[in-house]
Structures are given as structure tokens and as C-alpha cells.
């Protein structure tokens, strides 16, 4: 973990103060500036275009569309629990790695960019045969796990299938084998006289990508979210009805902990939209609902997690009340916080954060865009209204973060109570830009440089987003772009 | 009469009744006259559209449990406000009277099967009897009382229900198929629509608060349709076998849902079966002027061929 010298703030400027323990990071940034973009995440052909120098950009891996191929889409991101890495998913089922580079000495204020570090394809389409049904191959979440030898590991998964990969690096290869001859045939084993024992011989680097369990067949429904305990030998996988618990080494058997189906499904009314596990305590667990509770569960009391040890909801607010009312409760995702006291939910229009103590309020809500309270029917008209939103943590539990539509994303300082709105888009920001600050003008008169309501573009969300666990990068997935920022520093 | 033929109009620019937060109007008999006709208005075509997307659901890819789930509670909050303030009544009614039934039936066939408990709160007169209801399943005739309108019985229908109930996956538009079985037995399609219509309402009058349940053991909730899982007589296999091919094919008729590629394939979940069945043609304002028996000719013709 870095620790940072404490910076003294001049006077009417906004600079970034940081805590020496980093417990309590205040964040009054510089502001955000663009590390790097990928687009389709893609090597780029041979006759692509001369790398322009002032885009800090490793532009081998660009690949200049005009359109967005539906595969490559970016429908997961996750940085690895030291932050080196990176893994985005895709709906065509590939996972590209990127790796961080190392911070030269001779350069020390322009920190590492993200390269790419492998690519694989986890999941193929599938056909089920018994629904004549097809199965998305899409990569629906991404969860590493923390890292305990010189290979990295990630659980992905699509709609059935998890799969544990195993990301491994080779940069020897022994040779001076005398087994075969020239042209890879074995030789008569009559003929070797001699025993020679290879020698190991530096060679380029290759990282390779392996499947070293397929979780598979424990699912009716799709999977909405995976976790990884941390115990670092389980971890669940959720789907619409259901919670099942896996141990990492066994792929044959999963253990069913929460079942919310009802006995007739023409009673059902709540689905489960996301479950995590508690960032400490192995046996803790919390689940969300299509209703906008949470409920947190032990695993300790029975093997059947049906009955939950806590209930989270707030009460409706009878003076916004409307027929999309529960459609804008339900709840997209969950995230403990890291220090495992709150936890963060985000439904349409907010984000709440959670005091575990504390059951029948949030601790705090913060307004995303609510703006968009009016057009809620129209939201439901052409289905936005059931986007699901991603929210994250910074390292210090001081910040949250989460997307919106038109390619912005908005940041949260639970401690200033400030807020702001970024934007990622190509045409907005140029590598070590300092992203600008958006506003969205609600009525009445639009100032220059703000946006109104009407002219936000919801195709464009940000539905991905992820920050690093210790320094103040993010990752952004708009569409079939990964923006990387990170906050300036002087 | 209907609504649904007027331009939908959503008035995003400010105020949007709908989404404001305005409570439906109390549930009293006056409050329905004063409900503001662009609320009602915006509230069908809420309820329209909720309908369609619950048909679109059927795609070659499974379809997402999350928003078809959300989607049906939104069609069952509006159903019961509807029923509060007696609109619902009002639509059922007008849908007896009327003799494009294929029209709205869907509609409200739908919400049929949605009971509230609100709804129990002495809205009209009860068509049936409860009583009735809890044989009536089986009964040839159910009688119903004090309502002039519909002096049909519902005896045509009780035999169908048996036999759809079995059926738990079938998803065919329901207007239509108790049709064929009108068809086979009396032929006279239109009365049979009427008749799902009333009972539509006393569902919805007598249900409970669980939704979507066809329980005939409790006699809660009339069939209305085929969700009903009740201990039914020995279902004809012949006709069950119909019935389960039936899906598919409808879809092909829809005229309305041109965009889907595919022959839609029924996701495992029942509710959307149950939700998202009725045909498409129901909601379809072409077909409305087409006889009904033309339109069962050719869904048999189909279901035969297929």
C-alpha cells in the first residue's frame, strides 16, 4: 500500500489531501485525467495508423470503428485485489487482462498505464438443448482472487457456467533435451548414450490462460453476481432464485444456501438481483431483491440461508409514489464497503449506503440523477429503466462512485458531501486531459456548458465501473470502451 | 370508448401525472368520475404497453426473469388501482358489450387472473357466487347473479378450464382458445369471450392477494385461465397435445410484434407463459375486425400443420 505524504492545500484551490494511514482519504482531486482508452479491446491490424504521439496511448491494441461490433461490448471490469491488474469481460465472451506498467524512476509523476496482458476467450455460446434455448456467452461478472503464488486466478462467468481461469507467465523454457532429433521425432531410446539435463533458457514472455475448473449445471436461472469468500475456498454464485455455495476445488457439487422459488412460480413476485459476501467474516453474506431490500444472512445458523439474519429497507416515500415505483427500488448491485461496516446499494436513481447496525434506514442517499424522475415512462418505454447500474468503493471508503447515462459517471465524497459528474467520451478528453465537470441542466435556463435532460443520450451508460483498491484510478466501461483515469497529482 | 385508440400521450415535459406520485383516486364511486381522463388515459397505456413487452419477452435467448417479474407487478399494481376506483369494472363491462372482444380481452384477460385484495372490498355486483365458484370448476352451470348483462352462463366454460388448467404451459392467446373448444362444443366464440370477461371480474373481485394464483382448491380465484393448476378431470390428451403446440404459432399470426425474427420459444418460467401468452392478435387493432371463427380456422390450420 502507498503511502503518501501529506500535501499541504493552497489556498483556493482544490488539491489532494491524503491521509497518511489512508483511513480517512479526503478527496479534493486536481481532477480526473485520462490514463489511457481502449477501444473494442482488440489488436489493431498492421496498416493501422501511425501511433500519434501525443496520445499516451498504447495504440497497438486500438482499432478505429465506426461502429461498435455487439461482442465487443464490455459487460464486466474488475481491478485484482493489489491493483496490478485489470480484467474486463465482454458479451462475446472474451476476458482481456491488463497489466500495470511498472513506474520509471526517471518519470516518477506519469504512474504506470494499463497494457494488455492476456487475452482469452472464457465462454462460448451454448445451445440447451432441453429449452431450445441459447445461452449467452456474454461475461456477465468478473471476481479475482487475491493472489497466492506466482499465478493470478479470476472466476468468470456468463448466464450458467462459472469458470476459474489461471493466468500464468512463462519467460523460460529448458531446452538442451537430447530425446529427439532434429525434425521432433523420438529418437530409438537405444541410440542415447548420454544424459543431458536441460537447462532453463530465458525465452519471451508468454502469458497463457487456463481453464482449471468449470463450474457448470447448478443454475436454472442466470447468474447475476459470483463472490469470492473470504475464506479463499468458497464462493457463491447467484442467480435470479437462487443462492449456491461452491468450494473452489470441487466443480461436482454445489450447496444450495438461499432458494427464494415459490412453490408456483405464478406467485412470483421478488427476484434476487446480486449477492456478496461479507469482506471479513466468511460465514456473512448479504442478497438483494427486485423489491429494493437487502438482506444479510449467516451461514452459521442453518444450511438453508432462507431466513435472514437482517433486513434492510427503507420505507416507501408515499409523496413520490408512482406505478414505476418499485421498478426504480429494485436494486442492481451490492458492495460491502472494504472495511466491512457498510455496505452500498444502487437502484435506478440512488445510491444508499447502509450502516450494517442499522436496518430500517439507509445512512446516506445520494441522488444520481434524478433528474430523470420525471421520464420515468419513457425510461420504461424503451426499457432503460431496467438498466443495471454498477457502484463501487474507492480504497478508503471515503468515495462512491457509479455510472449514468450519456457516458457519465458521478463520484460521491461521503465526508464533503460533494459531488461531481464526469463524462467519458472520445471527443471530450484527450489523454492527461483533466476531465471537466458536467452538469445537467434540470429546466429553466441551461448555462453554456451544461446539458439538459432531453439531449442526454441513453444508449451511451455507463453501467461498469470499478476503482482501484488503494490508489485513486478507475476503470470505465462505455460500450465497447475501457477508460482508465486516475487523479492528478501534482 | 376505449382509450386505446386515442394517441398515447406521455407528458414527460413537466409534469408527468402518471410518475408524479399522484395516488390513484380514493376508492369511492365518485372518485372514479373525477378521475382525471389524461390520468386513466396514461394509465391504460402503461398497462398496454406492459402487456407487449410481457409478450416480448420471447426470444431465442432466455428471457430476463428480473424484468419480466417487474413488469408483471407493474400490471398488477395497475390492475388494482384500477379496480379500486372502478374503472376496472367499467372496462370489463364495455368489453362484454362490445363485439370486437379479441380486441381487449387480452387485457384483461390478463389481469384476470390478478386479484386483489382491495378488489374484495365490495366493488360491483358479484357475478358469481362464491360458492358456485369452488364446484363451479367442474359444474356445467355456474349462475350468475344480479348482473343483467350477462346472462350467458358459464357452463360452456367450465369443461375448457379443466383441460387448460392441465395444460400448465400452454401460453395460446386465452381469448382464442376457449374458443376452439367453444368452437367443437357450441361454436359461438363471442359469447364465450363474454362470458371470460365476467368472469374476469369476479376474479378480481373475490381474489386474494396473491396474484397470479389459480388456486380452485380454495376456490379463491376463478380459472380465467390456464395458470390454474386444480385438480382437474382426467385432461384429454388429444387436447392438451393442441394446446402445448399452440405457442409458437400464435406468434406467427402476430401482426403487431413484427420485429421478432424467431419462432419465440416459451421460457421455462410460467409466468411469463401465463403473463405473456395472449395473443398477440388480441392487442392487435387489425384484428378486430376479422371474424373470430375465420381467425380459429386459421390458428387451427397452423396448429395442425405444425
Known amino acids: 500500500m502507498n503511502v503518501r505524504e501529506k500535501k499541504e492545500r493552497q489556498s483556493g484551490e482544490p488539491c489532494m489531501i491524503w491521509d497518511a494511514t489512508l483511513e480517512s482519504l479526503a478527496w479534493k482531486s486536481r481532477g480526473w485525467e485520462q490514463v489511457c482508452r481502449y477501444q473494442d479491446l482488440e489488436p489493431a491490424d498492421s496498416s493501422m495508423e501511425e501511433e500519434n504521439e501525443t496520445r499516451k496511448i498504447n495504440n497497438s491494441f486500438l482499432r478505429d470503428h465506426n461502429y461498435a461490433t455487439e461482442a465487443d461490448i464490455i459487460s464486466t471490469v474488475e481491478f485484482n485485489s493489489t491493483g496490478e491488474l485489470l480484467a474486463t469481460g465482454d458479451k462475446g465472451g472474451r476476458v482481456v487482462v491488463f497489466q500495470r506498467e511498472q513506474e520509471s524512476k526517471t518519470q516518477p509523476h506519469r504512474r504506470g498505464e494499463y497494457n494488455v496482458y492476456s487475452t482469452f476467450q472464457s465462454h462460448e455460446p451454448e445451445f440447451d438443448y432441453l429449452k431450445s434455448l441459447e445461452i449467452e456467452e456474454k461475461i456477465n461478472k468478473i471476481k479475482w482472487l487475491p493472489q497466492q503464488n506466482a499465478a493470478y486466478f479470476l472466476l468468470s462467468t456468463n448466464d450458467k457456467t462459472v469458470k476459474l481461469w489461471k493466468i500464468s507467465e512463462r519467460d523460460k523454457r529448458p531446452e538442451g533435451y537430447n530425446l529427439k532429433d532434429e525434425d521432433g521425432r523420438f529418437r530409438d531410446p537405444s541410440t542415447i548414450t548420454t544424459l543431458r539435463v536441460p537447462v532453463l533458457q530465458p525465452m519471451d514472455l508468454m502469458v497463457e490462460a487456463t481453464a482449471r475448473r468449470v463450474f457448470s449445471n447448478a443454475h436454472t436461472y442466470h447468474i447475476n453476481s459470483i463472490s469470492v469468500n473470504s475464506d479463499l475456498q468458497t464462493f457463491i454464485s447467484t442467480d435470479d432464485l437462487r443462492v449456491n455455495l461452491w468450494n473452489l476445488e470441487i466443480t461436482d457439487r454445489s450447496f444450495n444456501i438461499v432458494d427464494i422459488k415459490p412453490a408456483n412460480m405464478e406467485e412470483l413476485t421478488e427476484v434476487i438481483t446480486s449477492a456478496e459476501f461479507h469482506p471479513q467474516q466468511c460465514h456473512t453474506f448479504a442478497y438483494t431483491s427486485s423489491k429494493g431490500c437487502i438482506r444479510l444472512c449467516d451461514m452459521r445458523q442453518a444450511a438453508l440461508c432462507d431466513k435472514h439474519c437482517k433486513y434492510f429497507e427503507e420505507p416507501e416515500d408515499p409523496s413520490t409514489r408512482s406505478f414505476f415505483s418499485e421498478i426504480i427500488s429494485s436494486i442492481s448491485d451490492v458492495k460491502f464497503s472494504h472495511n466491512g461496516r457498510y455496505l452500498m446499494t444502487r437502484d435506478y436513481l440512488t445510491v444508499k449506503v447502509w450502516d450494517l447496525q442499522m436496518e430500517n434506514k439507509p445512512l446516506e442517499t445520494y441522488q444520481v440523477h434524478d433528474y430523470l424522475r420525471g421520464k420515468l415512462c419513457s425510461l420504461y418505454e424503451n426499457d432503460c429503466i431496467f438498466d443495471k447500474f454498477e457502484c463501487v468503493w474507492n480504497g478508503s471508503d471515503s468515495v462512491i462512485m457509479t455510472g449514468s447515462y450519456n457516458n457519465f459517471f458521478r463520484m460521491f465524497d461521503r465526508n464533503t458531501k460533494r459531488d461531481v459528474t464526469l463524462e467519458a467520451s472520445r471527443e471530450n478528453s484527450k489523454p492527461r486531459a483533466i476531465l471537466k465537470p458536467r452538469k445537467v441542466c434540470v429546466g429553466g435556463k441551461r448555462r453554456k456548458d451544461e446539458i439538459s435532460v432531453d439531449s442526454l443520450d441513453f444508449s451511451k451508460k455507463i453501467l461498469h465501473t470499478t476503482w482501484h483498491p488503494h490508489e485513486n484510478i478507475i476503470a470505465v466501461a462505455a460500450t465497447n470502451n475501457l477508460y482508465i483515469f486516475q487523479d492528478k497529482v501534482n | ?306
Open chain 2, 1 to 306: 370508448m376505449f382509450p386505446k385508440g386515442t394517441k398515447r400521450k406521455f407528458s414527460d415535459s413537466g409534469e408527468d401525472p402518471v410518475c408524479s406520485g399522484v395516488q390513484g383516486p380514493s376508492a369511492s364511486s365518485a372518485a372514479a368520475r373525477t378521475l382525471s381522463s389524461s390520468y386513466s388515459l396514461q394509465r391504460q397505456s402503461l398497462l398496454d404497453m406492459s402487456l407487449i413487452k410481457l409478450q416480448l419477452c420471447h426470444m431465442l435467448v432466455e428471457p430476463n426473469l428480473c424484468r419480466s417479474v417487474l413488469i408483471a407487478n407493474t400490471v398488477r399494481q395497475i390492475q388494482e388501482e384500477m379496480t379500486q376506483d372502478g374503472t376496472w369494472q367499467i372496462m370489463t363491462q364495455a368489453l362484454a358489450a362490445a363485439q370486437c372482444p379479441a380486441d381487449r380481452l387480452v387485457a384483461t384477460e390478463v389481469l384476470c387472473r390478478q386479484t386483489d385484495a382491495a378488489a374484495q372490498a365490495g366493488q360491483s355486483p358479484k357475478p358469481f357466487s362464491v360458492s358456485d365458484l369452488e364446484e363451479g370448476y367442474h359444474s356445467e352451470e355456474v349462475v350468475m347473479d344480479g348482473d343483467v348483462e350477462t346472462e350467458v352462463t358459464m357452463s360452456s366454460l367450465s369443461p375448457v378450464s379443466p383441460q387448460l388448467s392441465s395444460a400448465s404451459y400452454l401460453a395460446g392467446p386465452f381469448g382464442v382458445a376457449p374458443c376452439w373448444e367453444e368452437e367443437e362444443e357450441e361454436g359461438d366464440c363471442e359469447e364465450d369471450e363474454e362470458e371470460d370477461s365476467e368472469e374476469c371480474v369476479s376474479e378480481g373481485e373475490e381474489g386474494e392477494q396473491d396474484h397470479l394464483r389459480a388456486d380452485s382448491r380454495t376456490g379463491e380465484q376463478v380459472f380465467g385461465t390456464f395458470e390454474i393448476k386444480h385438480p382437474a378431470p382426467p385432461p384429454d390428451p388429444a387436447l392438451e397435445e393442441l394446446f402445448s403446440d399452440v405457442d409458437p404459432s400464435y406468434y406467427d399470426l402476430d401482426t403487431v410484434l413484427t420485429g421478432m425474427q424467431s419462432t419465440p420459444k416459451m421460457g421455462p418460467y410460467d409466468l411469463l407463459e401465463s403473463l405473456s401468452s395472449h395473443g398477440p392478435t388480441a392487442l392487435s387493432s387489425t384484428s378486430s375486425c376479422r371474424s373470430d371463427l375465420n381467425e380459429l380456422d386459421h390458428i387451427m390450420e397452423i396448429i395442425v400443420g405444425s
